[in-house]
């Protein structure tokens, strides 16, 4: 019989009020799968806010505080200074933001929680738009892609500015260990995740769920689309730990850009001379990520 | 018991240091800086044990005390002026989450133009945020203060944030003999927070979370119902504190000389001292006048006023802010307070001191001139310079 890599251990409900097909709820339990139920969760506006369910509910076998937009990162420093106060040294405190939160309105209490190297967990689920109020662009929204803001019409194409590169943001702050993982790829997500637990100080994982309505594609569709993501090289799966870069997943030869665009309505809009600098761009972002695997 | 000459904001760190805070969260700003330098120095000797989170803003200094208190830790911060405005969206937040954050804040002037000078449109501008407030005349009441706001702030029927501000300089950077009370006093009023509502890890709980409209005016009413209960309260730990200590500040509406008088001047912070000096040369003259401070904005000190209104002529506030298209906040609540009491005195709003101007002896004998000659608009800003002054 073939072992369980995937932790039986289940600890956010099937009783949650995520869109069908949401990618948001598998971060957070394959997350929570990986850490297990010693840990509390400090969550910003965004999806989350409502997945988790309104008052006096909760979707979460474990605790949860919320916390304002933009200060996920100060939560965390908060509640790690806490539990250490309190005598509370083997609970993990975890960070759960969205992409807005994080990259945008967030980066400055991100940046001060990885500078002081507090000892937690910030988890960034990247749906690439604000979609919780109805799919706006933000910082992590790729190039082309439509938004309510970047529409597409005679003069607007989507949006013209690339995806802001958090990994690398975050990199340059020597965070103990970073990741990004993909709920289309559960074993290496717990697999990080487990990591991720096992190490001190300053952590941070990048997560891509995919959002049906935002990115316009058919609900069934999120881990055939996930899947796309990083077989196409648009979303790599790698992890940096003491500041050293491994890709964890590899392939002989990358699947063309093409097809997840065109598996999405938000890239309906583009045509062939824009899916070419848009492979271009990826191809780049490759190239580079591979090369910073060989540095020592 | 020792006696300490110290700052203002010593004296916030001392209580900070005897409170045994556990979680410290602050970013610098004038003139509030030497509170946390200090808490530095004593977490850095081991005198206190407690985690000094180094945050790069005040909206994130307030959020990581908002985040340790729920998790039941004894948080405290200290900001001024800008910092404070940065935090504005936090102060609602603590006093939503129901957590007992107790911060201490110098009241300084907005910007701009820059001014790091006494103005307290800082504060007056959170009055709305569900925060008990609480203006210092002295070292010494600022020191008591702030121990009294941890009590009140974690009391189980309280269960809100408080702030404890002082004027910038006047307080903050003036030393004064301070009687330090010991630890084991301290002990004995302050015991550790009770850890009820607080996060526990393995309890599926959630502490924010999000209504519908069939509940959020049930939160918001509990937070007025805490804050109703907060005024007994109070008067109980003050009670509890003089028992322990041997000092008391005078509850919600200190007054001073209101005996017999026919016209009182209601001030808030330092301005209070100078004016009490008025008060007694007034009163040789066989002038009625007396003084009540508002030493708590926040709950407003509604039948304190009442009560001493129903026996005076007129009442002068002093306001050291204005809210524009208004008047002075001060004057606004306490028209508000006594519009409904049958017997309503004469009130005129003195707007002074603003930006850190300075309010003498002089400035007090003026408003009083005016004020017993019930003369002049219902509003005067005392002190202002000419056109041709200011050129």
């Known amino acids: ?296 | 018991m020792v006696e300490l000459v110290i700052s203002g904001n010593y004296a916030q760190s001392y209580a900070a240091k005897l409170a045994r805070v556990q979680v410290v969260s602050a970013y610098p700003i004038t003139p509030q800086t030497s509170i946390v330098e200090k808490i530095a120095e004593f977490v850095a000797s081991g005198e206190l044990p407690a985690q000094y989170i180094k945050v790069e803003s005040e909206h994130s200094a307030m959020q990581a005390c908002i985040s340790a208190s729920a998790l039941g830790a004894r948080t405290y911060t200290a900001t001024s002026s800008q910092g404070l405005l940065l935090m504005h969206e936090l102060l609602h937040w603590a006093s939503g989450a129901r957590t007992p954050v107790v911060m201490g804040v110098v009241n300084r002037a907005v910007a701009p133009p820059w001014s790091i000078w006494t103005d307290h449109g800082d504060t007056i501008s959170q009055r709305d945020t569900g925060w008990i407030t609480f203006y210092g005349e002295s070292n010494q009441e600022v020191l008591d203060t702030t121990l009294m706001a941890f009590r009140l702030a974690e009391h189980p029927d309280v269960r809100l944030p408080v702030m404890v501000t002082e004027d910038a300089f006047y307080l903050s950077h003036t030393v004064e003999p301070v009687d330090i009370p010991t630890q084991a006093q301290v002990d004995e009023f302050l015991p550790p927070r009770d850890l009820q509502f607080t996060l526990q890890p393995g309890t599926p709980t959630r502490l924010g979370s999000f209504v519908g409209p069939d509940l959020y005016m049930e939160f918001r009413h509990k937070i007025a119902r805490a804050m109703e209960r907060s005024r007994r309260v109070f008067l109980e730990i003050e009670e509890d504190y003089r028992r322990i200590t041997g000092r008391s500040h005078g509850g919600l509406l200190p007054t001073y000389r209101t005996e017999g008088a026919d016209t009182v001047l209601i001030t808030m912070g330092t301005a209070t001292t100078t004016a009490k000096g008025v008060v007694e040369e007034l009163r040789e003259r066989g002038k009625k006048v007396g003084l009540a401070k508002l030493r708590a904005f926040r709950p407003f000190p509604v039948e304190e006023l009442r009560e001493l209104a129903s026996t005076v002529d007129r009442i002068g506030i002093l306001d050291r802010s204005f809210t524009f298209g208004a008047a002075g906040s001060a004057y606004t609540e306490v028209a508000g307070a006594l519009y409904p009491t049958p017997h309503r005195p004469l009130l005129r709003d003195f707007v002074a001191g603003l930006g850190g101007r300075d309010i003498t002896p002089l400035t007090i004998h003026e408003i009083f001139t005016e004020l017993l000659a019930g003369k002049g608009g219902e509003v005067t800003w005392t002190g202002l310079k000419t056109r041709k002054e200011v050129a």
Request: glycine share 8%; proline share 6%.
């Open chain 1, 1 to 296: 019989m073939a072992r369980l890599t995937i932790p039986a251990i289940e600890l956010m409900s099937s009783g949650h009020s995520a869109c069908p097909g949401c990618g948001a709820p598998l971060v957070m339990r394959y997350l929570l799968k990986g850490l297990g139920p010693n840990t509390i969760v400090t969550v910003p506006a965004c999806c989350w806010t409502v997945i988790a369910t309104p008052f006096p509910t909760t979707a979460l076998d474990v605790p949860m505080l919320d916390n304002a937009f933009e200060a996920t990162g100060a939560s965390i420093s908060g509640l790690r200074a806490a539990a250490d106060m309190l005598g509370l040294k083997d609970v993990t405190i975890v960070g759960f933001a969205g992409d807005g939160g994080t990259v945008d309105i967030g980066l400055q209490a991100l940046s001060g929680m990885l500078e002081r190297r507090t000892d937690g967990i910030y988890v960034m689920y990247d749906n690439e738009a604000y979609m919780n109020t109805g799919v706006q662009r933000s910082g992590a929204t790729p190039e082309g892609a439509w938004t309510t803001t970047t529409p597409v019409d005679a003069v607007s194409r989507g949006k013209a500015e690339q995806k802001k590169d958090i990994m690398a943001i975050v990199a340059a702050h020597r965070p103990a260990y970073a990741a990004t993982v993909n709920v289309a790829f559960p074993e290496d997500f717990v697999k990080k995740v487990e990591k991720a637990r096992s190490i001190h100080g300053p952590r941070f994982i990048h997560a891509l769920a995919p959002c049906p309505p935002g990115w316009r594609y058919s609900s069934e569709k999120t881990i055939e689309i996930g899947r796309l993501a990083t077989d196409t090289n648009v979303f790599p799966l790698y992890e940096i730990e003491d500041g050293k870069y491994r890709i964890t997943r590899k392939l002989g030869k990358a699947k063309p850009v093409a097809e997840y665009l065109k598996a999405q309505g938000r890239f309906g809009h583009l045509n062939e001379a824009e899916i070419a600098e848009i492979q271009a761009q990826v191809d780049a972002n490759w190239k580079r990520l591979v090369t910073l695997e060989t540095l020592p």
